[in-house]
């Protein structure tokens, strides 16, 4: 079964903390997403990348950045976290030429205390 | 104004109901609507996709698409309980490379036995 993983569902971190959430696909995707979902504001995209080393600004980059080393993982690494940066974060792919639609993972519930 | 409109609901209806989940969207431009479900802490599966105009139909859900409306809307027909979970309407355009989906905030259908 073809799918989308993400290294950690639940994780809790301090305030100031370096985080990384990984994502790995089994696709062969050349493209990936990261997005956050919160109450009342639905799905905003953070980053994605359209190939190894490449990285694009999403809706609210900010506080964040991105790393794609190889085509099948892509990590969010928040650089110091913050308290407004508690969220779900999930993780998605999709092909490059044909557009059927994204991939998503199970997501990754994040609080910073 | 948002791109993409959906009324978060809650939307509660008894089972075996015919439910209909419906978004409105202001850039003429997109060509690829979905509707992916989302259950209780788990990623958003793709459920339902239209390029373009028309309807669609899989066992009991029918995608439609107005686009002299922007007006999507998807219909589950005979309603169950394993129904219940959250509906998000998502749309692109055409272009190539990473195709980014813009999401509705979702829908929170509950359907009660």
């Known amino acids: 079964d073809v799918k989308v993983t993400q290294s950690s569902r639940y994780l809790v971190k301090r305030t100031g903390e370096k985080v990384f959430l990984e994502c790995v696909q089994d696709m062969d995707h050349e493209n990936m997403f990261w997005y956050r979902q919160d109450p009342g504001l639905g799905l905003r995209l953070i980053y994605f990348?359209?190939?190894?080393?490449?990285?694009e600004k999403g809706d609210i980059p900010e506080g964040y950045s991105v790393s794609r080393e190889k085509k099948e993982r892509f990590s969010l690494i928040l650089e110091s976290a913050s308290t407004n940066q508690t969220s779900m974060y999930l993780c998605?792919?999709?092909?490059?030429?044909?557009?059927?639609?994204?991939?998503f993972g199970s997501g990754t519930r994040l609080t910073v205390v | 104004q948002k791109e993409v409109e959906q009324d978060p609901g809650p939307l509660s209806v008894p089972e075996g109901a015919i439910v209909s989940l419906n978004c409105t969207y202001s850039n003429s431009a997109f060509q690829y609507f979905m509707w992916y479900r989302q259950y209780s802490r788990k990623g958003p599966e793709l459920l339902m996709y239209?390029?373009?105009?028309g309807n669609k139909e899989d066992g009991r859900f029918t995608a439609q698409v107005d686009k002299s409306s922007k007006y999507i809307s998807l219909f589950i027909r005979d309603s169950q309980p394993s129904d219940s979970a959250t509906y998000l309407c998502a749309m692109s355009r055409v272009g190539q490379g990473a195709q980014k989906l813009v999401f509705g905030q979702g829908t929170r259908l509950t359907i009660n036995p």
């Open positions: 990348s359209y190939d190894v080393k490449m990285k």
């Open positions: 998605a792919s999709s092909v490059y030429r044909v557009f059927f639609g994204y991939t």
């Open positions: 239209t390029y373009s105009s």
